[in-house]
């Protein structure tokens, strides 16, 4: 490498990491409004919720790599067009495409960081952030929040297929009106058991009702009706979250061989699943991010010096909100069908390249 192309990375590479630490905290100050202090105002562990913060770093840096690049080149290119270093270097004879070169190879190792971060640690510290919430939850049902009447109740699924699903949870974690269906694939529940309250037992899985009826069921008439006093009921890899949705993991989430093999299902039952499909393509060009916005910050780094503009710390802000929120908008009409999957997922990098594009060949009529 060249020492100018050297010199353009050592220009770029501070910022990176000061853009990229600004996003981990900006990411963690949202947690906290979201997170953090509704479950320690409930009462959940310390420990527990410092484990779901720092699990959810890997996707905030995962995210944010392509992001803080496209911030630090604007940034990095702008100081060294304002202080006429670019102006230096083409006047001893360096062409302005050199400066794609040490951006865009370094955008390339972005690329595979970001890759191989979504896929080999992102997706593992998903799936221990279920198991943290499922402790919280077990740990101290409150932190549910199911106390004021105009949510919805809870559904838990542990690992036999059951649905439990909780009415209220009082303060001291108390459950109210507790329904437990035992599912069978494709029939008719086999098993359906009520409880006026329940407690989950500390430091346990079990969960204790009292005041309840078991009622069992044969190509879906009752068969037989026991009431009881007080039981209890093991309730293993209880499946949780804290805003009702359920647990189950977001194809984004899936590791890439599962994700393929259930998209090929799809396609060979012809079914449309646009969450499924946009999350594969997601998975391949959130990375290639990095790609497409280095050749349009270098692009317009280019234009601008060309154009006599300057651009500054504001402008390198409002480009990379106006990213995000076109990342944001696209990624949820793909999930939803409004676009195809795959026009959802490439739509942001297409519009910045040819954005890109359109700068250079501006740049080149002047």
């Not at 911030?71 to 304002?82: D, E, K, M, N, V």
């Not at 998903?126 to 106390?147: F, K, T």
């Not at 293993?236 to 890439?256: C, I, N, W």
């Amino acid at each position: 490498m060249k020492r100018f192309e050297r010199y353009v990375i050592e220009e770029i590479l501070p910022p990176l990491v000061g853009a990229l630490l600004a996003i981990i905290l900006l990411l963690l100050l949202l947690l906290l409004e979201e997170v953090i202090a509704p479950l320690l105002a409930k009462g959940a562990s310390g420990l527990l919720v410092a484990r779901l913060v720092a699990l959810s770093l890997p996707e905030a840096v995962a995210l944010g790599l392509p992001i803080a690049l496209m911030f630090a080149t604007l940034l990095g290119l702008s100081r060294l067009a304002a202080d006429s270093e670019i102006k230096a270097a083409l006047a001893s004879g360096v062409p302005a495409s050199r400066l794609f070169r040490p951006v865009l190879t370094l955008a390339a190792g972005v690329t595979l960081a970001a890759f191989a971060l979504n896929e080999g640690v992102v997706t593992r510290a998903r799936v221990q952030a279920q198991s943290v919430q499922r402790e919280i939850v077990l740990d101290n049902p409150r932190v549910i929040g199911l106390g004021d009447p105009s949510q919805p109740g809870l559904v838990l699924r542990d690992a036999l297929g059951r649905a439990i699903n909780v009415g209220e949870v009082r303060p001291g974690g108390e459950l109210r009106d507790l329904r437990i269906v035992t599912m069978q694939a494709g029939l008719p529940p086999r098993e359906v058991i009520t409880a006026r309250e329940g407690r989950l037992r500390p430091g346990s899985n079990v969960l204790e009702l009292e005041g309840g009826r078991r009622i069992t069921f044969e190509n879906g008439r009752p068969v037989t009706v026991l009431t009881f006093e007080t039981g209890t009921l093991p309730v293993q890899d209880v499946q949780a979250s804290f805003d009702g949705s359920g647990a189950a993991l977001q194809p984004f989430y899936l590791p890439l061989p599962e994700l393929l093999a259930r998209t090929g299902a799809y396609r060979a039952q012809n079914v449309a699943a646009p969450a499924d499909f946009t999350a594969l393509y997601r998975k391949f060009t959130e990375p290639l991010a990095a790609l497409a916005l280095a050749f349009f910050a270098v692009s317009l780094a280019v234009y601008t010096f060309r154009s006599g503009l300057n651009l500054g710390l504001v402008w390198a802000l409002l480009l990379t909100f106006a990213y995000y929120a076109t990342w944001s908008v696209f990624k949820v009409m793909g999930e939803n069908g409004a676009v195809p999957p795959l026009l959802a997922a490439a739509a942001p990098n297409l519009i910045a390249v040819l954005a890109g594009v359109g700068l250079l060949w501006r740049a080149g009529r002047r």
